[in-house]
Nanobody, 124 residues
Protein backbone atom coordinates (compact mmCIF):
# COMPACT_ATOMS: atom_id res chain seq x y z
CA UNK A 1 0.00 0.00 0.00
CA UNK A 2 1.16 3.53 -0.75
CA UNK A 3 0.18 6.94 0.54
CA UNK A 4 0.55 9.99 -1.70
CA UNK A 5 0.55 13.68 -0.83
CA UNK A 6 0.42 16.51 -3.36
CA UNK A 7 1.87 19.98 -3.01
CA UNK A 8 2.74 22.99 -5.13
CA UNK A 9 -0.62 24.41 -6.13
CA UNK A 10 -1.55 28.05 -5.94
CA UNK A 11 -2.68 31.10 -7.86
CA UNK A 12 -0.94 31.92 -11.13
CA UNK A 13 -1.64 34.22 -14.04
CA UNK A 14 -2.52 32.90 -17.46
CA UNK A 15 0.62 32.03 -19.36
CA UNK A 16 2.51 31.26 -16.19
CA UNK A 17 3.95 28.05 -14.80
CA UNK A 18 3.51 25.88 -11.74
CA UNK A 19 5.15 22.63 -10.65
CA UNK A 20 3.21 20.13 -8.62
CA UNK A 21 4.85 17.42 -6.54
CA UNK A 22 3.50 14.12 -5.30
CA UNK A 23 5.46 12.39 -2.56
CA UNK A 24 4.79 8.72 -1.94
CA UNK A 25 5.34 6.78 1.25
CA UNK A 26 4.76 3.20 2.29
CA UNK A 27 6.06 1.56 -0.85
CA UNK A 28 8.49 2.45 -3.64
CA UNK A 29 7.02 4.63 -6.36
CA UNK A 30 8.52 2.44 -9.05
CA UNK A 31 5.95 -0.27 -8.37
CA UNK A 32 3.09 1.90 -9.61
CA UNK A 33 1.71 3.64 -12.61
CA UNK A 34 1.46 7.21 -11.38
CA UNK A 35 -0.97 9.76 -12.74
CA UNK A 36 -2.37 13.23 -12.33
CA UNK A 37 -6.08 13.93 -12.55
CA UNK A 38 -7.94 17.17 -12.10
CA UNK A 39 -11.43 18.18 -11.15
CA UNK A 40 -13.02 21.55 -11.78
CA UNK A 41 -16.19 22.66 -9.95
CA UNK A 42 -19.24 20.90 -11.32
CA UNK A 43 -17.20 18.62 -13.57
CA UNK A 44 -16.04 15.04 -13.41
CA UNK A 45 -12.51 14.14 -12.49
CA UNK A 46 -10.45 13.99 -15.68
CA UNK A 47 -7.17 12.44 -16.67
CA UNK A 48 -4.25 14.80 -17.14
CA UNK A 49 -1.08 12.72 -17.44
CA UNK A 50 0.50 9.44 -16.41
CA UNK A 51 3.93 7.84 -16.22
CA UNK A 52 4.42 4.09 -16.23
CA UNK A 53 7.01 1.83 -14.60
CA UNK A 54 9.37 2.37 -17.54
CA UNK A 55 8.92 6.15 -17.28
CA UNK A 56 6.93 6.29 -20.50
CA UNK A 57 4.58 9.25 -20.38
CA UNK A 58 0.99 9.81 -21.47
CA UNK A 59 -1.00 13.04 -21.75
CA UNK A 60 -4.52 14.20 -22.38
CA UNK A 61 -4.99 16.24 -25.52
CA UNK A 62 -5.90 19.25 -23.40
CA UNK A 63 -2.43 19.47 -21.85
CA UNK A 64 -0.16 17.84 -24.42
CA UNK A 65 2.73 20.12 -25.26
CA UNK A 66 2.19 22.31 -22.18
CA UNK A 67 2.52 19.92 -19.23
CA UNK A 68 5.29 17.47 -18.43
CA UNK A 69 5.05 14.56 -16.02
CA UNK A 70 8.12 12.96 -14.51
CA UNK A 71 9.12 10.70 -11.65
CA UNK A 72 12.18 10.45 -9.46
CA UNK A 73 12.12 6.99 -7.98
CA UNK A 74 15.12 7.72 -5.74
CA UNK A 75 13.11 10.50 -4.07
CA UNK A 76 9.82 8.61 -4.33
CA UNK A 77 8.36 11.70 -5.93
CA UNK A 78 6.38 12.47 -9.06
CA UNK A 79 6.11 15.91 -10.65
CA UNK A 80 3.84 17.77 -13.00
CA UNK A 81 5.41 20.79 -14.66
CA UNK A 82 2.61 22.97 -15.95
CA UNK A 83 3.50 25.66 -18.48
CA UNK A 84 1.49 28.10 -20.58
CA UNK A 85 -1.36 27.81 -18.12
CA UNK A 86 -4.86 28.78 -19.15
CA UNK A 87 -7.88 29.73 -17.01
CA UNK A 88 -9.50 26.43 -18.04
CA UNK A 89 -6.67 24.60 -16.25
CA UNK A 90 -8.14 25.81 -12.97
CA UNK A 91 -9.01 22.75 -10.88
CA UNK A 92 -8.06 20.65 -7.93
CA UNK A 93 -5.21 18.41 -9.06
CA UNK A 94 -4.93 14.90 -7.66
CA UNK A 95 -2.07 12.44 -7.59
CA UNK A 96 -3.07 8.81 -8.11
CA UNK A 97 -1.34 5.43 -8.09
CA UNK A 98 -2.27 2.14 -9.72
CA UNK A 99 -0.54 -1.04 -8.61
CA UNK A 100 -1.87 -3.38 -11.27
CA UNK A 101 0.90 -2.78 -13.86
CA UNK A 102 -1.47 -4.14 -16.50
CA UNK A 103 -1.90 -0.98 -18.51
CA UNK A 104 -1.89 2.76 -18.17
CA UNK A 105 -5.45 3.78 -17.45
CA UNK A 106 -7.04 7.16 -18.03
CA UNK A 107 -10.14 6.68 -15.92
CA UNK A 108 -10.19 7.56 -12.25
CA UNK A 109 -11.92 4.34 -11.14
CA UNK A 110 -8.87 2.31 -12.19
CA UNK A 111 -6.59 3.97 -9.65
CA UNK A 112 -6.34 2.59 -6.17
CA UNK A 113 -4.63 5.32 -4.20
CA UNK A 114 -5.30 9.04 -4.13
CA UNK A 115 -3.95 12.14 -2.51
CA UNK A 116 -6.04 14.88 -0.97
CA UNK A 117 -5.60 17.23 -3.92
CA UNK A 118 -4.01 20.63 -4.42
CA UNK A 119 -5.78 23.66 -5.87
CA UNK A 120 -4.45 25.37 -8.98
CA UNK A 121 -6.14 28.61 -9.96
CA UNK A 122 -5.24 30.38 -13.19
CA UNK A 123 -6.38 33.97 -13.46
CA UNK A 124 -7.01 35.63 -16.81
Amino acid sequence: QVQVVESGGGLVQAGGSVRLSCVASGRALGHYVMAWFRQAPGKEREFVAAVDWNSKTYYSEAVKGRFAISRDNAKNTMYLQMNSLKPEDTAVYYCAADASRVAVYTTARDYDYWGQGTQVTVSS
